[in-house]
């Protein structure tokens, strides 16, 4: 089996797990936030100007800045990633898919790049949800201007969908160390040190440090502090993240080819 119909089979299998389910949760909070600010039940801290109006875009960075900053879009990713994974190799269920297919290099990439496709596909259509709830029922209020492009002062809409990029590149690597650890330890376990290691790693990028660069939340936060940003800085960012992804893989791959499944 190629990894193509390796990847296949893991969006088949996703579509179909319950567990699947969790995913359309950020779509379903944006969806409340959206309508709980229009009712005037929730409010949302950040101001825009002295009239606190949003436009499409200005709504969108608050409503992803509270789901990824409270840590929910991320909890969930890894949750997700823990049953897919470490899941299957504790209810043995992986050692079927080792008997056809053989390679488990295979079996391991197939795996995270499915993964990886979920989670962009769940993290899009968030997105969608904000950008839909936002015309259904903030922009023909008082509270809206109907205006797609930002308004928030110094950040423009190509910062604001950077901002987004850059930490949707760290849920990538959250998901690799989810199928590293997810190797020894039962879903449990690998959710539980991998939000342990979300969250260190959120602290640590909010710091000032050499190392602190090298990741693209560094980044993605001096973007929405209106701070000073070098494009070649972010690059060297980005490509640190794949590299150390690919790494953290390749690790994982050799890890899982000693093994032993029962």
Not at 147 to 174: D, K, R
Not at 223 to 231: A, E, F, P, Q
Not at 239 to 248: G, N
Request: aromatic share 14%; net charge positive; hydrophobic share 55%.
């Amino acid at each position: 089996m190629s990894l193509a119909q390796v990847i296949k089979t893991e969006l088949y299998k996703d579509s179909h797990r319950k567990s699947s389910l969790m995913l359309f949760i950020p779509m379903l909070l944006a969806f409340v936030i959206t309508f709980g600010y229009s009712q005037g039940m929730i409010k949302l801290d950040l101001t825009v100007g002295s009239t606190e109006v949003f436009s499409c875009m200005d709504f969108v960075f608050i409503v992803w800045n509270v789901l990824s900053g409270l840590g929910i879009v991320g909890i969930l990713l890894i949750l997700f990633a823990a049953f897919q994974f470490s899941g299957e190799i504790e209810r043995g269920q992986i050692k079927l898919m080792l008997l056809r297919i053989g390679k488990r290099s295979t079996v391991m990439l197939g795996k995270y790049l499915a993964a990886i496709i979920v989670a962009g596909v769940s993290i899009i259509g968030t997105l969608l949800v904000c950008i839909v709830s936002y015309y259904l029922f903030v922009s023909g209020s008082s509270m809206g201007t109907g205006l797609f492009v930002s308004t928030i002062e110094g950040l423009s809409t190509w910062n604001i969908w950077a901002c987004i990029f850059l930490q949707i590149l760290m849920y990538f690597i959250l998901i690799g160390i989810t199928f590293l650890i997810g190797i020894f330890t039962n879903p449990f376990v690998t959710f539980i040190l991998t939000m342990v290691i979300m969250y260190v790693g959120n602290y640590l990028t909010g710091a000032e440090s050499f190392v602190s660069k090298l990741f693209p939340a560094y980044w993605s936060n001096r973007l929405m502090l209106n701070g000073t940003v070098s494009i070649i800085s972010v690059v060297i960012s980005v490509c640190f993240t794949a590299a150390l992804t690919a790494l953290i893989m390749f690790t994982a791959t050799i890890l899982f080819q000693r093994q032993d499944i029962k």
